[in-house]
């Protein structure tokens, strides 16, 4: 069942959620954790994802996978996956930027013009920046390393991964939308 709320009541309890699970991931590690603090603390964060995700807003899904990525930055423990996840933050920008540019179809059919290569389209769209991230975004969810991961953990990168391609629905509905493109599929996230 979606729990009812405003945006920023959604963002207020991704954040306690989030600081919650760093901070009983840090016992766990320590040894210090009640038996299964960790576990749950993921299970009440992949809800809350779920609940996001379940909204279909754009702007709401990229605010909370930013925090998701924000929040990873703090178990970083080597610099590949430091610069990985600034890499990220940097793409998710771009399709941040992007999502307020195809809403308005005048300031969007400039970025169509942009993509004339067959390359650069995909299914006649363009293949911007923001395409660009949730592909590679969800890609990243796949190839982690996961059978290092307890259960709930791999439950919450498939949620990240489902908020993702929700995100990415919801921004080809609107691309088709602001070309004037006929809707060949549900836009529901």
Known sequence: MEKTGST??????????????????????????????????????????????KTGDLNLILESERRCLENEKAFADTPT?????????????????????????????????EATLPKNRVGGLPRDEARQFYRSHAARFVNQDKHRMIPEERALMEQRKLNIRAAEKTYVALQEAALGRERSTPTKG
């Not at 989030?18 to 299964?36: F, I, Q, V």
């Not at 793409?91 to 540019?101: D, N, Q, V």
């Open 8 to 53: 920023d009541d959604r963002l207020k309890r991704l954040d306690q959620n989030l600081l919650a699970e760093r901070s009983a991931w840090y016992r766990h590690h320590a040894c210090e954790a009640k038996p299964g603090e960790w576990a749950r603390c993921l299970v009440h964060l992949s809800n809350t994802l779920r609940d996001i995700g």
């Open 81 to 113: 996956f430091r610069g990985s996840l600034e890499v990220s933050l940097l793409e998710l920008e771009a399709a941040r930027r992007l999502a307020h540019k195809v809403r308005d179809p005048e300031v969007y059919r400039t970025v169509d013009a």
